[in-house]
Every structure is written in C-alpha cells, then in structure tokens.
C-alpha cells in the first residue's frame, strides 16, 4: 500500500502518518494495519476553544464538505474505542447544547439581521456566527426563511 503515501515504495514505512478517505480508515483500521488518530477538527485546540467560547468556534471551517462537522465528528466516533467515543460524544453534544440558544435566536432574526444596515456593529457578529455554522445548524435558519418567504407569499394571496 505504498502508494497510499504517494510514492514508489511497495509498502508504507512504519509510524508514517497519512490522510485517508474515511472508507479506507474503517478497512485499514479494523484490520490492525495502522492506528487511528484523531483529526485535528475533534483536537485539544478546538476542545478547549468550545470550552472557552462554543459559538466563537466558526465549524464550518474545520471539516469543509460543507461543514459538516457534527456528522464528521459521529462517523469518526464509530472507529474509537468506547472510552473515546463517550468523549467525543460528550464534546458533541455540548458544543451543539451551548450554540443552541444563538442558532435559534439567529433564526428567529433572521430576516431583519439579514437586511442592509440593521444592526450596525452587531449584525457583523451575527453574520459571523451565521457563516461558522456547521450545516446541522444552518437548517433552522433555512427554514426560518422558507417559513417567512411563504408566509409573505400567502398574504398576498390572501387580500
């Protein structure tokens, strides 16, 4: 499996340390050929940042795919031990408890946060926080919009 690390080399040296697609992880994982790691996204850098702060931690950065990072973080939980996978559950469900409350006052603002000039210094924070949304999160706010794009439809419909 040389290859793997982008060279000629029949096999892999020994404590070389690659990126793989998670598919090729479980095989490789499971078959004791290599250890895991885990990625830098579920790090001692981004724990304590969502200790400090979680709705400063912009997720959408940190696993692109269109950040998906909540169910990055759940696929890789399959491939730890329990001990890990409690952890990482735990780190999770945290992050995802203490944005909550902002997720949802961001939908339910949506509309005039979005609106040119409103909000000033503030509204930047909150289009902020909205970017870094892990796509999980952005759901709220998408449907917040269809709901006020058909409530305002229906009223028109309705004079």
Known sequence: MGHLGGGSERDIAVLSKLQLPIWLAYTIIYSDWAEFNIPAPFGSKVRNALKAEAKSVRLANLVGAGGLWYGFGKTIMDILSDE????????????????????????????????????????????SFREGLDSTEREPQESAKRTKLWYEDNGRTRH
Do not use: T, W
């Open 84 to 127: 890990q996978a409690n952890e990482m559950s735990e780190m999770l469900s945290k992050a995802f408890k203490d944005r909550l409350p902002e997720v949802i006052d961001q939908a339910q603002h949506f509309a005039a946060l979005g609106q040119a000039g409103a909000g000033g210094s503030s509204g930047d924070i909150a289009q």
